[in-house]
């Protein structure tokens, strides 16, 4: 499998994973499952809070990690490009047949 097949894998996942918890976590909420009383409403309270703020914080930087990807492809695209350029003797690199 490729880098980039895997990369699109991973984040895919990653995502799934991270709905599942929220899905998860809303349901055991909604059921009273997690609440016995008021310090451990509290707590749950407070872990959902910050895991959708944790949440919140990634997705802002989402767009700068997905720039770095993009340009991190398009450098290996080049380079890939290139060497089959030189490779079949259409550069200035000395690699091909003529």
Same mark, same amino acid.
């Given at each position: 499998?490729?880098?980039v097949t895997s990369t699109i894998y991973g984040i895919g996942g990653l995502i799934i994973g991270t709905i599942v918890i929220?899905?998860?976590t !809303?349901?055991?909420q909604n059921a009273n499952l997690l609440t016995a009383g008021t310090d451990e409403a509290q707590a749950v309270g407070?872990?959902?809070s910050n895991f959708t703020?944790?949440?919140g914080e990634v997705a802002k930087k989402l767009p700068t990690i997905l720039l770095i990807v993009a340009v991190v492809f398009l450098f290996?695209?080049?380079v890939m490009l290139i060497r089959n350029?030189?490779?079949m003797g259409i550069g200035g690199g000395g690699g091909? !047949?003529?």
């Open positions: 499998m490729g880098v929220l899905v998860v !809303s349901t055991l407070n872990l959902s703020t944790g949440i290996g695209a080049l350029a030189q490779f091909g !047949s003529l």
